[in-house]
């Protein structure tokens, strides 16, 4: 949630009352420091105004909006609500509570506030832009159809919405009307980095390639050190393709989505973490454990992203530890309070620097930003003790979909896409996990999500470390 840009309000007082200027330099200070991330100088200076002014609505408002950027979400729908209480006609609080229960899951309350938004003020284009993701995510596509186009009429400088009504068409299978939106969207915004990846990967699904490599090379040009570009240029088949997706590339894309991530993934009908939790669920009921409701196992959650996985993983674990490069998600796992520490690291290189073996690493939707699987599963055999699982997921080539494909099909070990991310072959899956010190290694088919209305298959992946005399 971003800082308000409009100052406190001198509604409820003149403006020649010495309490009013006190009041208007104390919330101006606390928003300077709130603006520069200096969190703690801004909460103390918000709550001692309101010490003094329990009912003052832009410090309720405001100290609501930071709570909201530390993750404290229940507090600050209690902070911004009771603001919208005091001054039920503001439109910038109903919105930033729209926001809010969007966070909390309770979508229905904040579809009502960003409504309310725009019965305040028909202006508030930050509302209509977030009824439209809405709309959208709820599956109401000619709801926001209609909304996106008449925002992109109204203000087609406003990117936010151009890239969001780009992201509904992708959604709803219109990728032709997605890049013609980007198009003409990047003639305005020419350095919009949403847009030029947006549109690179709707040109690569439509089967442009030389549009999406001239696109990439362009952006190249313009921003030599972004990782972004040159990791899709490579999918593309320029030059030579990556064993894996750079750090630099991952912390970029994650931190971008750290603010979003659960709910664009919420929308894709995201499985992984759940059928990551089934395997994990279904392994501590065939070990035969005395008290299975009781916590047994220390777990790396390698790739934890948000923390999604997180509270399903919890109830098996004494210890919990999650691994990322995104410092972003990272920071937004860390609001969940289901870890036992996090570290933003590479995945491979933390594996193989952990010093005290653990009984189960899960891995869910992260071993898609590797190429050749090999360094991976000796760092995952090096981290677990004898006996010790692995469970993760993989995407699937597209060839073998729905079940392997047989042995006179000649198919890579792995592939970089469009999008970014690889696929894997399973024999590959299963002869990098032998190899490792791995046996029961088990593939079911199963789709991971949606992504532009299909379905991305993928292998969920289960092993058990063998003992280390047994590796050959």
Not at 89 to 109: C, I, S
Not at 213 to 233: F, G, K, M, Q, T
Not at 273 to 298: D, I, M, N, Y
Not at 410 to 432: E, I, N, W
């Amino acid at each position: 949630m971003r800082l308000p840009v409009a100052g406190p309000s001198t509604r409820r007082v003149s403006p020649h009352d010495p309490a009013t200027e006190r009041r208007r330099q104390t919330l101006e200070q606390a928003m300077q420091a709130h603006g520069r991330g200096d969190f703690a100088t801004a909460r103390a200076s918000y709550t001692g105004w309101l010490e003094q002014a329990p009912d003052d609505e832009d410090a309720l408002h405001l100290l609501g909006v930071l709570e909201a950027q530390q993750g404290a979400t229940a507090e600050a729908a209690r902070l911004i609500g009771r603001a919208v209480e005091l001054q039920p006609g503001e439109a910038m609080f109903h919105n930033n509570l729209g926001n809010v229960w969007v966070e909390l899951g309770r979508l229905e309350e904040a579809e009502a506030h960003y409504i309310r938004a725009l019965e305040c003020d028909g202006q508030r284009l930050d509302a209509a832009n977030n009824l439209g993701v809405l709309l959208s995510r709820s599956g109401r596509t000619a709801q926001a159809d209609g909304l996106f186009r008449a925002l992109v009429e109204m203000a087609p400088g406003f990117a936010d919405a151009r890239l969001n009504f780009a992201y509904h068409l992708m959604r709803t299978q219109r990728v032709s009307d997605a890049v013609e939106l980007c198009v003409q969207g990047l003639v305005t915004e020419p350095r919009s980095d949403g847009m030029r990846r947006l549109l690179g990967i709707a040109y690569t699904m439509l089967g442009m390639r030389e549009q999406a490599v001239a696109l990439y090379e362009r952006w190249i040009a313009s921003d030599p050190s972004n990782p972004v570009p040159r990791h899709h240029l490579a999918a593309c088949g320029v030059g030579d393709t990556p064993g894996r997706a750079s750090d630099a590339y991952v912390r970029q894309v994650f931190d971008s989505f750290a603010a979003s991530f659960a709910a664009r993934l919420a929308e894709l009908g995201y499985q992984a973490p759940a059928l990551v939790a089934g395997w994990v669920e279904r392994e501590r009921s065939s070990a035969g454990a005395a008290q299975p409701e009781q916590p047994a196992w220390t777990v790396i959650d390698a790739g934890c992203g948000t923390g999604l996985l997180g509270p399903l993983l919890r109830p098996h674990a004494r210890q919990l530890v999650g691994v990322d490069l995104s410092g972003g998600m990272l920071r937004k796992a860390a609001q969940r309070r289901v870890y036992d520490a996090l570290h933003e690291s590479e995945l491979v290189a933390f594996l193989e620097a952990w010093a005290a073996p653990v009984d189960l690493i899960a891995c869910a939707d992260t071993l898609c930003y590797l190429g050749p699987l090999e360094p991976f599963a000796h760092a995952a055999r090096r981290a677990l003790v004898p006996g010790g699982r692995l469970v993760a997921t993989v995407e699937a080539h597209a060839e073998e979909s729905g079940g392997e494909a047989g042995p006179d099909v000649a198919l890579p070990d792995h592939r970089l896409h469009g999008h970014g991310r690889y696929s894997h072959r399973a024999a590959h899956v299963r002869s990098a996990l032998a190899q490792a010190g791995f046996e029961a290694v088990e593939l079911q088919s199963v789709v991971l999500r949606n992504e532009g209305g299909v379905p991305v298959a993928g292998w969920l992946v289960g092993a058990r470390a063998v003992a280390d005399s047994e590796v050959s």
